[in-house]
Nanobody, 119 residues
Framework: QVQLVESGGGLVQAGGSLRLSCRAS????????MGWYRQAPGQQRESVAI??????LYADSVKGRFTVSRDNAKNTLYLQMNSLKPEDTAVYYC??????????????WGQGTQVTVSS
């Protein structure tokens, strides 16, 4: 059974930094892409950063401030968030496009971790 477990959220002042982690486990055969999404109260979930074996994509709102990385050996995704702003406040979700043994690719989601940036 595939699980994505996020950690690293919390409360930080504007201008501060946080590092999120997401570990994928459970019979994983291959990971095609992983990414971070976020959802603020009353808003739709939006893509923050996505990483594949050959590329990384960032939302315009986080370019130059956030860095996504991946440790393939550990099936772990990271998001280093610097120069945080109050508008970055949201629940951050980890996503993985992966396959398990004897099955095709599908999306999996973590439970989410709260990031709150105070002004």
């Amino acid at each position: 059974q595939v699980q994505l477990v996020e950690s690293g959220g919390g409360l930080v002042q504007a201008g501060g930094s946080l590092r999120l982690s997401c570990r994928a486990s459970g019979g994983i055969f291959r990971i095609r892409a992983m990414g971070w999404y976020r959802q603020a109260p009353g808003q739709q979930r939006e893509s923050v950063a996505i990483i594949t074996s050959s590329s990384t994509l960032y939302a315009d709102s986080v370019k130059g401030r956030f860095t996504v990385s991946r440790d393939n050996a550990k099936n772990t995704l990271y998001l280093q968030m610097n120069s945080l702003k109050p508008e970055d406040t949201a629940v951050y979700y980890c996503n993985a496009d992966l396959s398990v043994v004897a099955a095709g690719f599908r999306d999996y989601w973590g439970q989410g971790t709260q990031v709150t940036v105070s002004s």
